[in-house]
Each structure stands twice: as structure tokens, then as C-alpha cells.
């Protein structure tokens, strides 16, 4: 039996707190930027939180991935 190890990474992102935190619309456009950002990635997991504040709703994404070896 052969075991296959690999590391999964991961960043958090929400929009700057204040006038526009609960745009979730332009919180996808960042996170993607970032994941273009990146460089070749492998996907794993978007995780979809929100935070109640003071000021409203403030939603974050977390993106688990791993290095592609593709170019």
C-alpha cells in the first residue's frame, strides 16, 4: 500500500470593514484575484463565513489549496 502526502494551504479574505464589508459580490472578485495571483493551484475547498457586527454583516471566504505542478 503506497501513501500519498501533499500539503493543503490556505488564506482567509473579507472586504475592508465599514461602507461595503457585506458585498459578498465583491468579495468573490478579490478572492479570485487573489487565486489568480497565486500562480497554477489546485482548489479544494471555498468556505463561506459571516460575522455579525456592530456595523452589519461581515462576510469572509477561506480557500483551501495546493500547488499545481502544472504551468
Given at each position: 500500500?503506497?501513501?500519498?502526502?501533499?500539503?493543503?494551504?490556505?488564506?482567509?479574505?473579507?472586504?475592508?470593514?465599514?461602507?461595503?464589508?457585506?458585498?459578498v459580490s465583491t468579495?468573490?472578485?478579490?478572492?479570485?484575484?487573489?487565486?489568480?495571483?497565486?500562480?497554477?493551484?489546485?482548489?479544494?475547498?471555498?468556505?463561506?463565513?459571516?460575522?455579525?457586527t456592530a456595523d452589519?454583516?461581515?462576510p469572509s471566504i477561506?480557500?483551501?489549496?495546493?500547488?499545481?505542478?502544472?504551468?
Amino acid at each position: 500500500m503506497t501513501s500519498t502526502e501533499y500539503t493543503t494551504l490556505h488564506f482567509s479574505q473579507a472586504n475592508p470593514a465599514g461602507p461595503g464589508q457585506a458585498e459578498v459580490s465583491t468579495l468573490l472578485r478579490s478572492v479570485a484575484s487573489t487565486i489568480e495571483e497565486l500562480g497554477p493551484v489546485i482548489v479544494a475547498d471555498l468556505i463561506l463565513h459571516n460575522e455579525v457586527t456592530a456595523d452589519g454583516h461581515w462576510p469572509s471566504i477561506t480557500v483551501y489549496y495546493s500547488k499545481s505542478d502544472r504551468e
